[in-house]
Structure formats: structure tokens, C-alpha cells
């Protein structure tokens, strides 16, 4: 049983991502207004998937549908996910 199941390894990549992401945020609070480095913590990359706009949208008249969502990474959620990645590839 040397292989394992691919649901670990996504639910492990995804955990190091969201606490990846909760550490940059915290380090984000921690520094100082306008410092190069609180940039750097703060600079993410959105990937949209889907609806987003009000292209395709469903109006029930009470309740309107946008089918979608979007991944957000900052520097330390792909930190995070190398991380992740390097646990479950060498502590098996």
C-alpha cells in the first residue's frame, strides 16, 4: 500500500493552500501600511472558472443563480501548496 488515494493527496494540496493563504494574510496584517514586503504578501493571482458576469445568470424573479468561482493565490498559498506537496511526497 505504497500508493496513495488520490482524495489525501487533493484534500492535502488544498489544506496547504488554505493555510498557506491564512499565513500571508496574517503577515499581511502584522506589517506595516505601504512596505515593499506587505506588497509582495498581498499580490494575488485570480483564475476564473465559469460565470462570473451577468452573462449566464438565472433570474428566478426571488433568487438569481451565476454558476462560477474563482481561485485566488497569493505568494504564500503557493508556498504553502510546495510545502504540502513536499510533505506528502517524502513522508509517506
Not at 499580490?43 to 428566478?60: E, H, K, P, V
Request: proline letters at 1%.
Amino acid at each position: 500500500m505504497n500508493r496513495r488515494s488520490m482524495k489525501l493527496i487533493i484534500f492535502g494540496l488544498c489544506t496547504g493552500a488554505l493555510i498557506g493563504t491564512f499565513v500571508g494574510n496574517i503577515l499581511a496584517f502584522l506589517l506595516p501600511e505601504g512596505s515593499a514586503v506587505k506588497q509582495f504578501f498581498l499580490i494575488s493571482y485570480d483564475f476564473t472558472f465559469g460565470s462570473m458576469n451577468s452573462d449566464y445568470l438565472i433570474d428566478l424573479g426571488v433568487i438569481v443563480i451565476d454558476f462560477g468561482f474563482i481561485l485566488k493565490f497569493n505568494v504564500c498559498s503557493i508556498i504553502g501548496f510546495g510545502i504540502a506537496y513536499y510533505l506528502l511526497k517524502y513522508f509517506r
